[in-house]
């Protein structure tokens, strides 16, 4: 696993304050995009910052993207390219994947945010815009290549091909879709919804294409089309579970030890006293829990903590506040000398917290709670 970009501290605890410390690295967040924006070719490689950067900041993390060569954002809700946009640079593009909602039509407009329209109702409403402004207006239409979840379906298209004043004051910017199954690569689906793209592409208006996410970039040129977005991959998250991750990790979250006890054979640890010690066990209580995003599952499949190279198995349920786990197995200099532990760090990824809670990274990264002390790491670190 390759080691975070960012140093380990020898002794004490940089936010005394708080149960949990995340630490989250700019320059490995830069660094991830310059190695997919190396591996698109000629295709735009944009970045997706919805979900407040998937948790990580999108007012710390856009200006950084921007500096290391992004022009393009996605979002997917209104409010959210609202609040990205002074972040960024005047000409930088903001996508709202979701589109415009009935009356906010507008609000578009004031902020210079870029719809993505998914239906018949969100292009009319965008065209009668269009009217009212007496001037054509950009826009990105999304078509349903095979996920049944947003898009033009094949009719809408044939609709629109068939009736090309429906896209009257329209600008179309990209003709976009998304891929169902890219982190299975080995999917019949990928090369299904890819051809599905490019013949519903080609009874709309000429624009550049986009098809692929983060797991697509990685299933090759054939993918790539004019434009890529990816979002969990600049975070660190693996694009295929099957291969080795290229990417740099982002985050290191490290919780406080607020008490240590001894136990004795039968004592039960926990809500439901569901963990019972088989002997006589050492054990700490971590100032971290499921109210900060460490999900509940993630106590079941291996589920543990790591204090220096001394793997810290999580004993009993996550509460809302704190975590228990066993010690028993560090030399007591080490446990007097430690004021925390990694709960994601160099031995402890993000997938593998996610494999341990029964998820996937992007759940583990989006769900880190507000309670945490953030420390940013700049750019400059990686």
């Known amino acids: ?36 924006r190396a591996r698109t070719g000629q295709a735009t490689c944009a970045a997706v910052v919805k979900a407040d950067a998937y948790g990580l900041g999108a007012h710390q993390v856009a200006p950084v993207l921007e500096q290391a060569g992004a022009k393009v954002f996605f979002v997917a809700h209104l409010e959210e390219g609202m609040r990205l946009r002074p972040h960024v640079s005047p000409t930088a593009q903001i996508f709202v994947l979701h589109g415009p909602m009935p009356g906010t039509e507008r609000a578009f407009t004031h902020h210079a945010l870029l719809p993505v329209l998914n239906s018949m109702e969100q292009i009319a409403g965008w065209r009668a815009h269009a009217s009212k402004a007496q001037h054509a207006l950009p826009a990105a239409l ?18 629109l091909a068939d009736t090309p004043a429906l896209l009257d004051g329209i600008e179309t910017r990209l003709v976009m879709s998304h891929l169902a199954c890219a982190d299975t690569p080995a999917s019949p689906a990928n090369a299904l919804q890819r051809d599905r793209l490019r013949a519903m592409a080609a009874r709309l208006p000429a624009a550049p294409l986009a098809l692929s996410a ?30 080795p991750n290229p990417l740099q990790p982002t985050v290191r979250l490290q919780a406080r030890i607020v008490q240590r006890r001894t136990i004795k054979a039968g004592d039960g640890v926990g809500y439901g006293l569901t963990w019972h010690a088989s002997g006589p066990r050492r054990i700490a209580t971590l100032g971290i829990g499921y109210a900060d995003g460490f999900l509940r599952q993630g106590a079941s499949n291996g589920g543990c903590a790591w204090l220096d190279s001394y793997r810290l198995p999580i004993l009993g349920r996550i509460s809302m ?37 029964g998820t996937i990274g992007y759940e583990v990264l989006t769900a880190l709670g507000s309670r945490f002390h953030r420390v940013y790491l700049p750019a400059q670190a990686a």
């Open 214 to 243: 983060s797991s697509g970039i990685f299933l090759g040129p054939d993918y790539h089309f004019d434009l890529v977005r990816p979002g969990a991959a600049l975070y660190g998250l693996a694009p295929n579970a099957d291969a």
């Open 1 to 36: 696993m390759t080691d975070l970009p960012f140093p380990i501290p020898a002794t004490g605890w940089a936010a005394p304050g708080a149960g949990a410390m995340l630490e989250i690295s700019l320059g490995a967040v830069a660094a991830n995009y310059r190695l997919l």
């Open 142 to 159: 999304q078509v349903d290549t095979g996920m049944s979840r947003f898009g033009l379906s094949d009719a809408d298209v044939t609709a």
């Open 321 to 357: 506040d704190s975590t228990t786990v066993d010690v028993t197995g560090v030399p007591e200099s080490v446990l007097d000398q430690a004021t925390h532990v990694d709960m994601i760090g160099p031995r402890r990824s993000v997938d593998d917290v996610a494999h341990a809670a």
